[in-house]
C-alpha cells in the first residue's frame, strides 16, 4: 500500500473519532438578546401640586387712581434722500380709521333716587358767602386742600371716610362706580379723609365744644379746646360738623351751643359744612329742625342726611337706632350698599365736597 493511501485512511479515522465526540455534548442554541432599555431620564418637576384645593382670593376691587398719560416717543426717522420716495412710503389716510370719540358718561344727579337738590342745600346766597369765608380764610394763610372734622361717635370710627385715602389695609379699596367723578375732589382734599383729629370725641355734645376737659391732653394745649386745637393742628379751609346725637336737651339749649359752634368757625377764616342726622336720639326731630335753621341763619352748607335717611332700611342706622349701618364693601357699582348708612354717607359727604369745590373755584 502506497504511503499516500495510508495517510488517507489515517484522515479518515481522525474525522470520524471527532463526529463521536461532538454526538455526546448537548447542543447549546444561543438565548437571543433582550434589550434593556435604558432607564428615562424623570423630570423632576420645581413645584409639585398641592392635594388641597385652593381657594380663590376674590377679585381685588379697582382702586381708582390718576393714571399718567404716556408721553409718545417719536422714533428718529432717517432723512429720506428722494422725496417722492418718501411720499410712497408715507401711510394714507386711509389706512389708520379714525378713532370713535370717547362719551363721557354724564354724572349722577341723584342719590338714591334722591335729586342732590334736596340734601345738598347750598343756594345762590350760600354760595356767595362760600366764597367770602373761603377768601378771608386765604389771607389767615388757611390749607385749601384740607378739611377737619368735628363730631361725636357718629363719625368716631373707622368707617368715616378714611377708605378714601387708602392708608388703612384694613379698610379695603372703594370703587366709585358712576360716581367715578368724584375721584377729582378725593385727590383735591388727600390726606384729609384718614385724619382722625382732636375735633373728634365718643359722647360729644356740643356744649361740651368749647369745654378744655374734653380736649386731647396729648395734643392740645393747656386750656385749649378741642375744636381750637384742630384748627392750630390742621389749619383747615373747611370744618365738617357733625353733632347732636348726644344733645338730649332742651331746643333752646341745643340751639344756642350749636350756633356758638358755627359763629366761631366762620371767625376763623373756614367754612363750615353742618350735617343733619339719621337718629331721633332725642326722642322727635326737634335736633335736625335746629341745625337747618342755623345752616339759613349763617348761610353756610348743609348735607340733609336726614332725607336720605328716609331711603334706607332702619333709616340706614343699625341695631342700636343710632351709629350708622356698615356696609361690606365700599363699591359704589354695587346696588347693595345702598342700603347702608355708613357708604351713603361718606358718598353723599364727597359730593358735597365737590360741589363745595366748584363753588369756591367760581
Not at 392708608?167 to 384718614?194: M, R
Not at 338730649?248 to 367754612?271: L, M, R, W
Amino acid at each position: 500500500m502506497s504511503s499516500s493511501r495510508i495517510f488517507l485512511l489515517f484522515i479518515v479515522f481522525l474525522a470520524g473519532l471527532t463526529l463521536g465526540a461532538c454526538g455526546d455534548r448537548p447542543t447549546v442554541l444561543p438565548m437571543p438578546e433582550t434589550a434593556t432599555p435604558a432607564p428615562s431620564a424623570t423630570a423632576t418637576p420645581t413645584s409639585l401640586p398641592s392635594t388641597a384645593t385652593a381657594t380663590p382670593e376674590p377679585p381685588a376691587t379697582p382702586t381708582p387712581t390718576s393714571t399718567p398719560t404716556a408721553t409718545a416717543t417719536s422714533t428718529p426717522v432717517p432723512a429720506t434722500a428722494n422725496a417722492s420716495a418718501a411720499t410712497a412710503t408715507s401711510a394714507s389716510p386711509t389706512d389708520t380709521p379714525a378713532p370713535e370719540p370717547t362719551l363721557t358718561p354724564t354724572p349722577p344727579s341723584t342719590l338714591n333716587g334722591v335729586p342732590y337738590s334736596e340734601f345738598i342745600i347750598m343756594d345762590d346766597k350760600t354760595k356767595a358767602h362760600v366764597r367770602e369765608i373761603y377768601a378771608r380764610g386765604q389771607e389767615l394763610g388757611r390749607d385749601p386742600n384740607a378739611f377737619s372734622k368735628l363730631g361725636d361717635s357718629l363719625i368716631a370710627n373707622p368707617y368715616f371716610l378714611r377708605v378714601f385715602d387708602q392708608k388703612d389695609p384694613n379698610l379695603g379699596s372703594y370703587h366709585l362706580g358712576d360716581y367715578a367723578y368724584l375721584q377729582d375732589v378725593i385727590e383735591h382734599y388727600q390726606g384729609s379723609f384718614d385724619r382722625y383729629g382732636t375735633g373728634i370725641h365718643v359722647g360729644l355734645h356740643t356744649w361740651s365744644v368749647f369745654d378744655p376737659m374734653w380736649a386731647s391732653k396729648k395734643w392740645c394745649k393747656p386750656n385749649e379746646n378741642l375744636l381750637d386745637c384742630e384748627i392750630r393742628l390742621n389749619n383747615p379751609s373747611v370744618m365738617l360738623v357733625l353733632l347732636g346725637t348726644n344733645d338730649d336737651a332742651p331746643q333752646a339749649t341745643f340751639e344756642s351751643s350749636y350756633d356758638k359752634i358755627v359763629a366761631h368757625i366762620i371767625d376763623q377764616g373756614i367754612v363750615p359744612v353742618l350735617f343733619t342726622k339719621a337718629d331721633r336720639f332725642e326722642g322727635d326731630n326737634r335736633n335736625n329742625e335746629s341745625i337747618r335753621k342755623i345752616a339759613e341763619k349763617y348761610n353756610v352748607p348743609l348735607v340733609d342726611f336726614d332725607r336720605l335717611a328716609d331711603t334706607m332700611p332702619n333709616r340706614g342706622t343699625g341695631p342700636d337706632n343710632i351709629h350708622l349701618s356698615i356696609a361690606n364693601s365700599n363699591d359704589y357699582a354695587d346696588p347693595d350698599v345702598f342700603r347702608y348708612g355708613n357708604t351713603v354717607h361718606n358718598l353723599a359727604t364727597l359730593i358735597m365736597l365737590d360741589r363745595l369745590l366748584a363753588v369756591i373755584n367760581q
